[in-house]
């Protein structure tokens, strides 16, 4: 199943193939959870800035606080036919994409070599950037992040008998590391 | 076209580091560091290194591809949870296994094995001499030992043992004054590559596994000289690197972070207001390769550590001045 879903990811699988692995990711949770997680895996390789976290959650909490509105759609109104139209306007679509998915060659080795290479690297740096940004103009998504990490992580020990605590030495080993400390975490922090 | 100047260096300081360091000369032996410094960055291998720090070691697979523009690598832990660090270029992203989840963090790429001396050596050369030793066998390849020892008691000593044929670091070992050994990384396996394919650049996924992004406000660099504090006279040889704002888990608000380094170990201060009705921290200490030191200035909480000496963090926490 999972092998699938990674394969429907690289393009290996046609997409009229895959309406069984669809209706799978539907019916079973697990499925739907390995497909997203695939893709946070994929945005941060190319670069690709991750939505937060809980951002799902987050999000349809908004849309429950959000007031309902309740008036005809306009469109509907104008156009009694517009509705079908696009309806077919959309699968003849879809059915162009299955066809353009499937006619992928696999290209040769060295050009995609080229072109990972350049998307991760320009993706990264601007990914970088956004972070950096977001992180400068406002101080409430920190926050939010602040107390998401106060509910899960328990206290950490101190690292020393002083009591300087273990987090100033997460902090230099996040920007001054040392060789080593990528691969041996210190003994004050518990995995 | 960094990368084309990093293989024109490279070519040159092949052609130009003497084989026959029997008798080298004070500038041969620092071009063979020179030479090690940039073949970690512009050769492409394959194999397995083994880190030992404290009590623990750890091995790890990497795999270094330079495509004469580009530098990808794939390091994967082979011991305990199966950690792994991909880099492009100075960008790195760790996947971390913590419990039942997998968090993907995002660092600046620095020190990462063999990668481990700095471009520009001045820094160094000011600091520490530099002697070889006789050649020695590591990985079963062969390697000349250059020792590079501290000329204060301000850092540690280091040993490298250096490929004779590639030129690249095999073996890294730091010294503390007692020479004692405090941390070594050796590699056990070790061939070039030379297939152009990118296949292997990816993380091993474990689909049992929830992978989440680090959620952790990342440290945010500060230009602002601040109102409260100024440094005075550093330690001899270090220098202030990088300087940022942090989220530290507990505080709510940012404290700032100052990073200083001699070329090869680093140090990192930390200040903070006082915090009303919590006892400041003063007193130091050393933990495993770790030495802290933490006082007041004024309204200022000090804490500084580091891989160095205690006089190093200690003369580091001293230099900062408080301004009322």
């Known amino acids: ?191 | 076209m960094k990368g084309f100047v990093l293989a024109c260096l490279f070519a040159s300081a092949l052609s130009s580091a003497s084989q026959s360091v029997l008798a080298a000369s004070d500038d041969e032996k620092w071009q063979i560091l020179q030479k090690a410094a940039l073949a970690a960055h512009a050769l492409s291998y394959q194999g397995i290194f083994v880190c030992q720090s404290g009590q623990q070691s750890k091995s790890v697979q990497i795999k270094h591809f330079f495509d004469g523009q580009n530098e990808f690598a794939r390091n994967v832990l082979l011991d305990g949870s199966p950690r792994e660090v991909l880099s492009q270029g100075g960008d790195l992203i760790i996947y971390n296994p913590k419990n039942e989840k997998i968090v993907i963090e995002k660092r600046r790429g620095q020190n990462m094995f063999p990668a481990v001396l700095p471009a520009n050596l001045a820094a160094v050369k000011q600091s520490y001499t530099l002697r070889t030793g006789d050649i020695e066998r590591v990985a079963g390849r062969e390697a000349q030992v250059l020792f590079l020892e501290p000329k204060d008691d301000l850092r540690y000593s280091y040993r490298f043992w250096i490929d004779t044929e590639y030129g690249l670091i095999l073996k890294s070992v730091m010294f503390n004054n007692r020479n004692e050994m405090m941390d070594s990384i050796s590699f056990t396996q070790l061939n070039l590559v030379n297939s152009v394919d990118l296949d292997w650049f990816k993380p091993k996924i474990d689909s049992k596994k929830n992978y989440v992004m680090e959620d952790e406000a990342p440290a945010q660099a500060d230009y602002n000289p601040s109102p409260h504090w100024m440094l005075k006279e550093l330690p001899a040889g270090y220098r202030k690197v990088d300087q940022m704002l942090r989220m530290v888990h507990g505080k709510p608000l940012p404290i700032t972070h100052v990073v200083f380094s001699d070329g090869l170990a680093s140090v990192s201060l930390f200040i903070e207001p006082v915090t009303n009705g919590v006892k400041p921290r003063a007193g130091h200490s050393v933990v495993g390769n770790t030495s802290f030191y933490s006082s007041v200035a004024g309204y200022l909480q000090i804490t500084v550590l580091g891989e160095v000496p205690e006089a190093t963090v200690a003369a580091i926490a001293n230099s900062v001045v408080f301004i009322k």
């Open chain 1, 1 to 191: 199943m999972t092998e699938q879903i990674s394969a429907l990811l690289d393009d290996e699988i046609a997409l009229e193939d895959a309406e069984h692995l669809m209706a799978n990711m539907q019916t079973h949770g697990h499925g739907g959870e390995v497909w997203s997680q695939y893709h946070l895996i994929g945005d941060v390789m190319r670069g690709a800035n991750a939505l937060s976290p809980n951002f799902k959650q987050d999000l349809m909490a908004k849309i429950d606080l959000e007031p309902t509105v309740l008036s005809p759609n306009a469109a509907w109104m104008n156009e009694p036919k517009a509705f079908n139209e696009t309806n077919e306007l959309n699968e003849a679509r879809n059915k162009k994409k299955a066809l353009d998915v499937k006619s992928k060659l696999p290209a040769t080795n060295l050009p995609v070599v080229w072109s990972v290479a350049a998307s991760f690297a320009a993706v990264m740096v601007v990914g970088w950037m956004v972070l950096q940004t977001q992180v400068g103009n406002q101080a409430a998504p920190a926050m939010v992040a602040q107390a998401a990490i106060s509910q899960e992580v328990t206290t950490l020990p101190a690292a020393s008998e002083q009591g300087v605590p273990a987090e100033y030495l997460m902090a230099h080993q996040a920007s001054a590391p040392s060789a080593s400390s990528y691969y041996i975490q210190s003994a004050s922090y518990t995995e």
